[in-house]
């Protein structure tokens, strides 16, 4: 009933078009099940001049190289996760070396221990997590991200116990998963992120022979089901964000592989079209991602570079306006991850990435290491600091590197706006020494199409880094299935350094990816200096309230003062109640209130905040609370289904008409 009072107030927010192809697709689905039913399920066909029975030939190899100049301390890393998921254990989320039972059982969620249906997909519910437990927790190991783990191994120690391992679980896979049955076929992002994982896999242990006999045809059998199933579902309308790139990019991918497949070529063409079409409406011209969701930032540049590497080894390139968008999503990323440690988590994040190739997908040297093969761009030598696992893997004697030491003063932090996207960097000092701080701050929408999925109430909101470390953060995710209340809690603008007024978020949520009302944020002011500037901005969120109210926040960095300055404008004719959060960073210590004013240690530094004295200061750390329904402020959650305590600064009181609260941070 829920999901179905869910899915009625979707439809609200559709187009006539998109209502349309919902349709259509239901239409599809129901003549798709008849045929599951009565085992009409067509099976794959090849192009004339292939013979099954034939060596496997692939229409590109995904790494050319010497496994010689593999670097060796990245060997016994791999050997030994290789070593645990052939034992069936896997890390992923909360669960770290978990495992998934012998044989594997792919219907689970594993971390609550329950089944989860093996009914036919139009009968899968998969938002009921009492039925059917967590569908990301189900989905992630059926992405297959561990069979390249297995297959880098084999490649790199030629211990056929590696290569054997993939064969066996993708064996269990495909006993387990017939087509049309399970989770497993009900969302197409999916099957495009197993797509992927095959085609590496796959690859990379082809010369132990494995791959071949009643095996291979299983395999690419099922590779045609993907594609074709994946093909006829192309998101469209609302849901046309990442999960659109995700499943172009595993149909383009496997179909210029199995090229020998008698539908690749269509779906290769319709696929890559996807992609060019995609790249420029989910971008804005500054690089970041339209989902206004930093962590979809590095998935999706992955999922468009793999794509486009996948073009260019069949020597079918993408456009030049493709890689030059690909370029600014880099070049954005590694602007923003230049002030700190950590790269920021504003928006939604569930830790997704395409392939695991060796490093953390959020790993910003990795990225700038990648970025650094293709593109001649300073911003990615200068946050190169060695050679990663991951650009061996896709480059290695193919692309030479392009590093280069570079002048002292390019590695300076300077102040940058991303004039689209509504983002402005203050920032001052170099990343060589002591007297680094980084200001982000979010003068954006609130996210991409009519439902804004992975958007967050934080209009207004910043983060701020001191010498690389985290001072003030943007709280996270944490979940989006299982605790609907958390869901909830780490989207509201409580969970953001901005301002709350008649304790009400700035936008409307009417679901755990959908917003109903969006708050209009517009940047009035940018004057950036070389000790940092100021900027000002503000929202309409409030302006539906009985009493309407404009609020207005400017932020003033004196890099050689070491102050921020931060002014929040109250603008009403009538009278409200307001809060105004700052969410301290795990790594502050020693933090003390007297009156109106907050101190702490940030590593070497002193801090001290001094927050309005016409509002009343407290303080709330996170408690581990027997009732996980009940979330509270004072937490932070770095990954998916991971959180720990922190401090959250809470300044409270009332305001009638034009009111102003300056708060200074000195270090």
């Not at 995700?246 to 690749?264: H, N, P, Q, R, T």
């Not at 801090?607 to 979330?631: F, M, R, W, Y």
């Amino acid at each position: 009933m829920q999901s179905a009072f869910w899915y009625i107030k979707r439809l609200n927010t559709m187009s006539y078009k998109e209502i349309i192809w919902r349709l259509r697709l239901l239409a599809k689905a129901l003549l798709e099940r008849l045929r599951v039913q009565f085992k009409q399920i067509p099976e794959a066909q090849f192009q004339a001049d292939y013979n099954p029975d034939a060596e496997f030939k692939p229409a590109f190899k995904v790494f050319v190289g010497d496994i010689k100049e593999f670097n060796a301390i990245w060997r016994a890393p791999l050997l030994y996760k290789a070593d645990y998921i052939i034992d069936h254990r896997l890390s992923f989320f909360d669960l770290q070396e978990h495992h998934l039972e012998s044989p594997v059982n792919w219907h689970k969620d594993h971390a609550a221990g329950r089944p989860t249906s093996r009914k036919h997909i139009m009968a899968v519910n998969y938002r009921d997590i009492a039925v059917n437990g967590d569908c990301k927790l189900v989905w992630e190991p059926n992405r297959h991200h561990q069979f390249v783990v297995l297959a880098r191994a084999y490649k790199i120690s030629g211990q056929l116990k590696y290569a054997q391992a993939v064969r066996d679980q993708l064996s269990s896979w495909l006993d387990n998963n017939p087509y049309g049955y399970g989770m497993n076929w009900c969302n197409p992002l999916e099957l495009g992120i197993r797509l992927i994982n095959w085609v590496w896999a796959i690859d990379l242990i082809q010369d132990s022979g494995l791959f071949s006999g009643q095996f291979k045809r299983r395999v690419l059998n099922n590779v045609f089901l993907h594609c074709r199933d994946i093909s006829a579902k192309f998101s469209q309308g609302s849901s046309a964000n990442n999960h659109l790139v995700g499943e172009a990019a595993g149909v383009y991918i496997a179909s210029s592989y199995f090229s020998m497949l008698k539908d690749a070529p269509a779906w290769r063409i319709k696929s890559k079209a996807v992609l060019e079409a995609e790249i420029q409406a989910q971008t804005f011209a500054d690089g970041c991602s339209r989902e206004h969701g930093f962590g979809y930032q590095f998935f999706v540049f992955q999922l468009y570079l793999i794509s486009s590497l996948a073009g260019q080894w069949r020597q079918e390139n993408f456009s030049s306006a493709y890689h030059n968008t690909l370029n600014k999503i880099a070049e954005f990323i590694a602007r923003v991850a230049q002030g700190g440690e950590n790269y920021p988590m504003l928006g939604d994040q569930d830790d997704g990435y395409a392939l695991d190739l060796g490093d953390h997908v959020h790993n910003i040297n990795t990225l700038c290491d990648i970025a650094s093969h293709l593109y001649d761009k300073q911003i990615f030598t200068t946050g190169c600091q060695q050679p990663s696992e991951t650009a061996f893997w896709l480059f290695n004697q193919r692309n030479a590197h392009r590093q280069k030491m570079l002048p002292e003063q390019t590695k300076n932090l300077i102040s940058h706006q991303f004039n689209e996207s509504g983002y402005s960097l203050l920032q001052a000092g170099k990343q060589t020494e002591q007297d680094q701080v980084s200001i982000l701050f979010d003068c954006s929408e609130l996210g991409y199409t009519s439902i804004a999925a992975h958007g967050h109430a934080d209009a207004l909101s910043f983060v701020m880094r001191i010498n690389g470390k985290d001072l003030l953060i943007d709280s996270g995710t944490y979940d989006y299935y299982s605790f609907p209340q958390w869901r909830s809690h780490f989207r509201k603008t409580r969970a953001h350094n901005t301002l709350e007024i008649d304790g009400q978020d700035q936008s409307v949520m009417t679901g755990p990816f959908m917003w109903e009302q969006h708050a209009q944020a517009s940047c009035l002011l940018w004057k950036p200096n070389s000790c940092g500037g100021k900027v000002t901005g503000q929202h309409n969120g409030y302006q539906r309230l009985p009493s309407p109210a404009i609020h207005q926040r400017s932020l003033e960095l004196n890099s050689q003062k070491k102050q921020l300055q931060i002014t929040d404008k109250i603008y009403t004719q009538g009278q409200h109640d307001i809060a105004i959060y700052f969410h301290l960073s795990e790594y502050c210590n020693d933090i003390t209130i007297n009156g109106h004013i907050c101190t702490l240690t940030l590593a070497e530094e002193n801090i001290t905040i001094c927050l309005p004295e016409n509002l009343q200061l407290s303080a709330v750390t996170g408690k581990n609370e027997e009732d996980v329904h009940k979330p509270s402020l004072g937490w932070i959650s770095r990954g998916y289904h991971q959180k720990e305590p922190i401090t959250t600064l809470i300044v409270k009181g009332s305001t009638t008409g034009e009111q102003q609260f300056k708060t200074i941070i000195n270090w």
